[in-house]
């Protein structure tokens, strides 16, 4: 059979065909296309939903950690303010529980008493603050106040009596200085503790105060 019978005609009908399943595929193709998107676009707003909700939960959960802080601030500050006014009521006792006597009667003839005395260059490492200052001319007694007085607190103390040998130096101060703690309630170890660094011990009892006695040989250091 020759090239030219195996041909089909063209005719205009089978041109529209041609057309018809043309466009019919390029239909299907276009609603495929389309229905991806769809998909692709449910997909893209679920995460979207996903990650809303998670950043929701994430601002609720800081919100609650935010009142949470807040109220333990506002604890906090209530308890500061409680030891303030507890350390201001020791250091008020102790001046009206004539704590000067006390201590003239371990030989020390105070005649000067200031309290929250503050030395050095306020701001820098080398300044602090003086609870509770007893001075006889040649000795002073820094006296440092806590509620419940700790070993650590002993041991800054000790530092702080450092600092203001080196400030009364700067002003060639030759008066020596002796260390003591001071609380409502120091445990007995904090006692034993203070007196080997050798300072002395001071508690409250009741609205009195009294400077608790000292093992034989104790000596108060001196800086």
């Known amino acids: 059979m ?7 005609p063209l005719t205009y ?7 018809r399943q043309a466009d019919l595929r390029f239909q299907e193709q276009m609603q495929e296309r389309m229905a ?27 919100d ?4 949470k802080t807040d109220r333990q601030i506002e604890r906090t500050s209530k308890e500061i303010s409680s030891l303030g006014s507890r350390v201001g009521e020791i250091v008020e006792n102790m001046i009206g529980g004539d704590i000067v006597g006390q201590f003239r009667e371990l030989g020390y003839a105070v005649i000067i008493l200031s309290r929250n ?15 509770l200052y007893l001075e006889d001319g040649d000795v002073a007694i820094l006296i440092e106040v806590k509620t419940r007085p700790k070993a650590d607190d002993v041991l800054d103390h000790i530092e702080r009596l450092e600092k203001f040998r080196r400030c009364a130096d700067t ?33 409250q009892a009741g609205r009195m105060v009294e400077i608790v006695s ?9 800086w």
């Open 117 to 131: 005395m503050e030395f050095g260059e306020k701001g820098t490492n080398a300044s602090g603050e003086i609870d």
């Open 171 to 203: 002003r060639g101060d030759k008066r020596r200085f002796i260390g003591a703690i001071a609380g409502a309630s120091v445990e007995p170890e904090v006692v034993k503790f203070a007196h080997r660094k050798g300072m002395y011990v001071i508690v």
């Open 64 to 67: 609650r950690q935010l009142e």
């Open 13 to 19: 009908e089978g041109i529209l065909e041609l057309f």
């Open 214 to 222: 000292t093992p034989e040989g104790f000596q108060a250091k001196k």
């Open 2 to 8: 020759s090239e030219q019978q195996q041909q089909t």
């Open 36 to 62: 991806q998107m769809t998909r692709e676009a449910d997909l893209r707003r679920q995460e979207a939903d996903q990650r809303m909700q998670e950043l929701k939960r994430q601002i609720e959960k800081t």
